[in-house]
């Protein structure tokens, strides 16, 4: 097979490039290693950028999107009982929007199968050759045949466990990375939301989130240590938890009900350098992971897709090489920043098994700083709602 470029990973920063590209006239195929019911069985984030919306215009995919999303002009933060909440509206003027990465990844392959994209799925033993010369190309194994396509570029848009990051030898790339001594323990439950915006907590038990996807399906996270398991926590344990976490007056009118997803995952911060190796572009979690506390990780694939959907097409439509040459030089500018506001945000809400009384007063004392102070809390809002491009 030929095409001019080949994006490993069908998850939504991929889609999402081949979607762009091929409004633009470029050729693409799309290599997955799951089934499409696996991709969309996933659960993952739920608030999505300005700028991510603006992308899935471009691509002509985001009617439901629009049509079911929900906008948030504020979100709500708490320390122990005293709540305040940061307007979006107020200090930038820019919303964010509610809707989940699943309903995301489902759009992008609706569009791609109407518009008769070529997507490779359950495709094996990938792997990536002379990506450093004028002629890579990338073979993979298919119902027991081994096959080849031959391109112009490669987008590793595979995760932080895809084969893409490893393509670039060790010596070339330089890897910085933070874990964090907890995980989040998730549930979604087909009951209400709590509230109408989100709600982040800081309690002494530890950090509680309050989210949701849609009307009647809500999402819900607690701290927790990362020994613990899954089967550790009945439903019943992680309700009690979770309104011994979030404010009184959330926790009275919290409706609570069977959950249908349960999962802990753990926290890291995660950036490899550079996101570039010859014809080879990192996209997304194959270049970077972020701890979900600032709703970064989907956002931050969303503006690796914004640098190269323009570099690449520059290159076909303009015979600029511009952006290919600076892509990851102007992708991780971002990336950096989308890393340390959910590193603040992280630091900021939870509880930390080492933290001293000091720093216990450090984190009242920055929470009322935020709660007080118009500058800190536009500063929020300009990093929650999404850095421009």
């Known amino acids: 097979m030929r095409t001019q470029v080949v994006i490993i990973g069908g998850g939504p920063s991929g889609l999402l490039l081949s979607q762009l590209l091929l409004k633009a006239g470029v050729e693409t195929i ?15 984030a739920g608030i999505l950028e300005q700028g991510m919306v603006n992308l899935l215009r471009e691509a002509d995919v985001a009617d439901r999107l629009d049509r079911e999303g929900f906008v948030h002009d504020g979100t709500l933060i708490a320390s122990d009982n005293d709540t305040f909440r940061i307007d979006f509206a107020k ?11 699943t309903e995301v990844t489902r759009d992008l392959y609706n569009a791609r199968e109407a518009t008769g994209g070529e997507t490779v799925f359950e ?24 096959q080849r396509i031959d391109c112009d570029y490669i987008a590793g848009c595979d995760g932080f466990h895809g084969v893409s990051r490893e393509t670039i030898p060790k010596d070339v790339r330089q890897e910085f990375e933070k874990v964090y001594p907890f995980g989040w323990l998730g549930v979604l439950s087909e009951t209400p939301p709590v509230d109408d915006e989100l709600i982040y907590a800081n309690s002494e038990r530890g950090f509680a989130l309050c989210s949701m996807r849609n009307a009647n399906l809500s999402r819900y996270y607690v701290q927790c240590p990362l020994t613990d398991r899954v089967e550790d926590w009945s439903d019943d344990a992680f309700w009690e938890e ?19 997803e ?28 972020v701890p979900p506390t600032g709703a970064k990780g989907l956002n931050t694939a969303a503006s690796d897709v914004h640098y190269l959907y323009h570099a690449l097409k ?20 971002r990336v950096w920043k989308a890393e340390r506001f959910s590193w603040w945000m992280t630091n900021l809400l939870h509880r930390f098994p080492e933290q001293s009384g000091f720093d216990r007063r450090m984190q009242q004392a920055d929470l009322a700083f935020l709660r007080d102070n118009e500058a800190a809390q536009q500063a929020m809002a300009e990093n929650y709602v999404g850095l421009p491009y």
């Open 30 to 44: 799309v290599l997955e290693r799951k089934t499409r019911e696996y991709v969309l069985a996933r659960i993952r």
């Open 91 to 101: 200090s930038v003027g820019v919303p964010v929007v509610v809707y989940g990465q």
């Open 123 to 146: 495709a094996d033993d990938v792997c990536l050759h002379d990506v450093k010369s004028d002629a890579p190309y990338v073979t993979f194994r298919k119902d027991g045949r081994d």
């Open 242 to 260: 979770l309104k011994r976490r979030i404010p009184e007056k959330a926790a009275d009118t919290l409706i609570t009900g069977p959950t249908i």
């Open 262 to 289: 349960k999962s802990i995952a753990p926290l890291r911060s995660f950036v490899t350098e550079p996101m570039q190796w010859g014809r080879l572009f990192l996209c997304g979690d194959a270049a970077h992971i």
């Open 314 to 333: 520059d290159h076909y439509l303009d015979n600029s090489d511009k952006g290919i040459e600076t892509y990851s030089t102007r992708a991780l500018a």
